[in-house]
């Protein structure tokens, strides 16, 4: 089974100062129509998450473009490049296991265990 | 703008079981994979079942197969999952989303508590 690893899962930041997270799998993640179906959500305390980056680089339209994320094979990274204070939450990496949409595999999703981002 | 919004939680004895529904608005539902995705208090996100876009194929985690059931019904926009023999591990907060891998939706959860 894949197994993903985020570091840090604690990250004090202080504001205006950029931040990173790392998402690393036990195996490469390219799929074999060449896409990584690897996504970033974002958990704001109290709410359900939200998908905040798809395939690995790609923002959803309500994202601030400080927000970027990175990557390939087994090691992604999500990146602000400016935190602000509404940027406070939960982070998690989630994986679709090859293959995707069709056939799966067992199991087919993944979630890292989360980086909880607040305000130093 | 594309929505879902869960119901039908609650707290239950072991053993019982519940039914949980998702209704959906703003896109064709019919298109759609759909999967439960829940999350323990306190703790992070555990994909639950997914059922393809037509309902030939549905997926289970380990931990509920044969319990839970996943089912979709286009002509009401619904999605549900029939939970039987609840156990203390099932206590979670339950999300519906709306997708296979792209999970872009979520709704605002519904409260599932299992205990004695």
């Known amino acids: 089974d894949v197994v993903l690893t985020q570091s840090p899962l604690s990250l004090p930041v202080t504001l205006g100062q950029p931040a990173s997270i790392s998402c690393r799998s036990s195996?490469?993640?390219?799929?074999?129509?060449?896409?990584?179906?690897l996504n970033w959500f974002q958990q704001r305390p109290g709410q359900s998450p939200r998908r905040l980056i798809y395939?690995?680089?790609n923002r959803d339209s309500w994202v601030p473009d400080r927000f970027s994320g990175s990557g390939s094979g087994t090691d992604f990274t999500l990146k602000i490049s400016s935190v602000e204070a509404e940027d406070v939450g939960v982070y998690y990496c989630m994986v679709c296991i090859t293959p995707c949409n069709g056939l799966m595999q067992w199991p087919p999703f993944t979630f890292g265990p989360g980086t909880k981002l607040d305000i130093k | 703008e594309a929505q879902v919004v869960e119901s039908g939680g609650g707290w239950v004895q072991p053993g019982e079981s519940l039914r949980l529904s998702c209704f959906a608005s703003?896109?064709?539902?019919?298109?759609?994979?759909m999967a439960w995705i829940r999350q323990a208090p306190g703790k992070g996100l555990e994909w639950v079942a997914h059922?393809?876009?037509?309902?030939?194929?549905?997926y289970y985690a380990d931990s509920v197969k044969g319990r839970f059931t996943i089912s979709k019904d286009d002509a009401n926009n619904a999605l549900y999952l029939q939970m039987n023999s609840l156990r203390a591990a099932d206590t979670a907060v339950y999300y519906c989303v709306r997708g296979g891998w792209e999970l872009d939706v979520w709704g605002q959860g519904t409260t599932v508590t299992v205990s004695s």
């Open positions: 195996q490469s993640l390219v799929y074999r129509d060449g896409n990584i179906y």
């Open positions: 703003g896109f064709i539902f019919k298109y759609h994979w």
């Open positions: 059922i393809k876009e037509d309902t030939t194929e549905t």
């Open positions: 395939k690995v680089s």
